[in-house]
C-alpha cells in the first residue's frame, strides 16, 4: 500500500517534521508513506495530476464528530486493501467547504481543531497503530 499526506502547509515546525519522519521509518516496515508539502494547491489538481484509476482513494482529514476507534480505522485501512486500493491521498489541513471534490472522501480522526503539522503526526501514528493491530503486535514497547 502507498500513502502520501498533502499538507497545505509552506513549512513545518521542526520537531513535527522529525516525529513524522520516525513514523515513517517505522512504516516502512509495512508500506511507502511519504508526505508533500503542498500549499495553496487545490486538491483537485493533485487528484487531476494522478492518472485516473480505481485503485486511488482520496480522503480530506479534517476535524469532526464522529471519529474511529483505533480498531475500526485499522478495518477501514485493511477493507481498502481488499477492495484492490493500493494507493491512499490523504489532504491534511484544506477547508472541507470549499474543496469538497465528488471522488474525495472525509476523515475525521479527531474532534479538535489542531495545526497542520500535529493533525500530520496524528494521521502518520494512526497509520503506524493501524499496522500494528493488524499485525497483531504490540503497539506500546
Same mark, same amino acid.
Given at each position: 500500500?502507498?500513502?502520501?499526506?498533502?499538507?497545505?502547509?509552506?513549512?513545518?515546525?521542526? =520537531? @513535527?517534521?522529525? #516525529?513524522?519522519?520516525?513514523? $515513517?521509518?517505522?512504516?516502512?516496515? /509495512?508500506?511507502? +508513506?511519504?508526505?508533500?508539502?503542498?500549499?495553496?494547491?487545490? =486538491? @483537485?489538481?493533485? #487528484?487531476?495530476?494522478?492518472? $485516473?484509476?480505481?485503485?486511488?482513494? /482520496?480522503?480530506? +482529514?479534517?476535524?469532526?464528530?464522529?471519529?474511529?476507534?483505533?480498531?475500526?480505522?485499522?478495518?477501514?485501512?485493511?477493507?481498502?486493501?481488499?477492495?484492490?486500493?493500493?494507493?491512499?491521498?490523504?489532504?491534511?489541513?484544506?477547508?472541507?467547504?470549499?474543496?469538497?471534490?465528488?471522488?474525495?472522501?472525509?476523515?475525521?480522526?479527531?474532534?479538535?481543531?489542531?495545526?497542520?503539522?500535529?493533525?500530520?503526526?496524528?494521521?502518520?501514528?494512526?497509520?503506524?497503530?493501524?499496522?500494528?493491530?493488524?499485525?497483531?503486535?504490540?503497539?506500546?514497547?
Amino acid at each position: 500500500m502507498n500513502y502520501q499526506i498533502y499538507l497545505n502547509q509552506k513549512k513545518i515546525w521542526k =520537531p @513535527d517534521e522529525c #516525529i513524522m519522519d520516525e513514523f $515513517a521509518k517505522r512504516l516502512s516496515a /509495512y508500506c511507502k +508513506v511519504r508526505h508533500f508539502m503542498a500549499p495553496g494547491v487545490s =486538491p @483537485d489538481k493533485i #487528484i487531476a495530476g494522478h492518472s $485516473a484509476s480505481s485503485h486511488i482513494r /482520496y480522503l480530506q +482529514v479534517c476535524p469532526g464528530i464522529t471519529t474511529p476507534a483505533s480498531e475500526e480505522f485499522a478495518a477501514y485501512m485493511n477493507e481498502l486493501r481488499v477492495k484492490g486500493i493500493s494507493q491512499v491521498c490523504f489532504f491534511v489541513g484544506y477547508n472541507a467547504d470549499t474543496e469538497k471534490n465528488a471522488d474525495m472522501d472525509t476523515l475525521s480522526l479527531t474532534s479538535f481543531s489542531l495545526s497542520v503539522g500535529m493533525t500530520g503526526i496524528l494521521l502518520y501514528e494512526q497509520l503506524y497503530r493501524s499496522y500494528r493491530i493488524l499485525n497483531h503486535q504490540p503497539y506500546h514497547k
